[in-house]
């Protein structure tokens, strides 16, 4: 068997699996007349997912057919499955992973390393550079984060519509052009998400330094790079800039900054003492 065909006869096996798990009751279903085998009937999760009993089966026979992303999540959705589950799913049928809830992005575990961080500015982003949650430092690296609205808070947005981020960068064309080749190679994980098609849409017609760079295509992966910043209070900041993706589908992760000289360490310490009397970890709810 070529790798396609293991691929699919792992899709149909996993989906036969998985429904034959689910009780009639499970799905809000009677049970109707005896049943010769445990679990659902085909038709039954056809029904629930909106899709041909036909090709439902087909599906579950492992024929060289082609399902959408739209459809996969429908047919998740009828079996109950997990998050995992899910994800496991539309790996095997080879499909961008969904979005998780937002909620889900951030944990204690992951609000305790921010602050254990400190003084280097750290935070939590989403693989579209959503900022979900940050350090004392990190929130006045730039501007006061805490000062705008959530939906604003994402890297990409502010690197090509805010002045305040745009000053702070030594080399802005660098640092432009760098997170839309990272953006690019994150999108090709979520091309057919719509929650990603508006967001790039949105900034296209934002920003026409975005929609220039995104014509170019570039592509960039997520190394460990320098950055250097001059700060609007405590002056020049030559930076290392690390990340660490904290879950397997490549959802979130940590970023942090750390010095790399001395001059930098001590501006980051005043960066961290600044507001003593405020909330050491900001998050968005």
């Not at 049928?93 to 305790?112: F, I, K, N, S, Y």
């Not at 970023?255 to 900001?282: C, G, H």
């Amino acid at each position: 068997m070529s790798r396609s065909d293991d691929a699919r006869a792992e899709f149909a096996g996993f989906l036969r699996s998985r429904r034959a798990r689910l009780r009639p009751a499970d799905v809000g279903l009677p049970d109707g007349t005896r049943r010769r085998v445990a679990g659902l009937r085909r038709e039954e999760v056809a029904q629930l997912a909106g899709v041909g009993l036909t090709w439902y089966t087909w599906l579950e026979q492992g024929r060289p057919i082609a399902a959408s992303a739209q459809v996969v999540a429908a047919i998740a959705r009828a079996l109950l499955l997990s998050d995992d589950e899910r994800d496991h799913l539309f790996a095997l049928a080879d499909l961008p992973l969904p979005d998780r809830e937002a909620r889900q992005c951030v944990g204690q575990t992951h609000l305790d390393l921010l602050e254990k961080l400190l003084p280097y500015p750290a935070a939590v982003q989403t693989s579209r550079f959503d900022i979900r949650a940050y350090n004392r430092s990190y929130r006045y690296l730039f501007d006061d984060l805490d000062d705008m609205p959530a939906e604003r808070r994402n890297c990409a947005v502010l690197l090509f519509t805010d002045t305040a981020w745009q000053r702070a960068h030594v080399d802005l064309d660098h640092a432009q052009r760098r997170i839309a080749a990272r953006l690019r190679a994150a999108y090709g994980r979520h091309h057919e998400e719509p929650s990603w098609q508006r967001f790039i849409a949105e900034l296209e017609a934002t920003s026409p330094r975005f929609a220039e760079l995104w014509r170019l295509g570039d592509v960039g992966g997520e190394r460990n790079a320098p950055k250097n910043l001059v700060h609007a209070r405590v002056g020049a900041l030559h930076l290392e800039m690390s990340s660490l993706w904290i879950d397997e589908g490549l959802g979130s992760r940590v970023v942090w900054f750390s010095p790399r000289d001395d001059a930098t360490a001590a501006r980051l310490e005043r960066l961290a003492a600044e507001s003593p009397d405020e909330a050491v970890i900001s998050a968005v709810a």
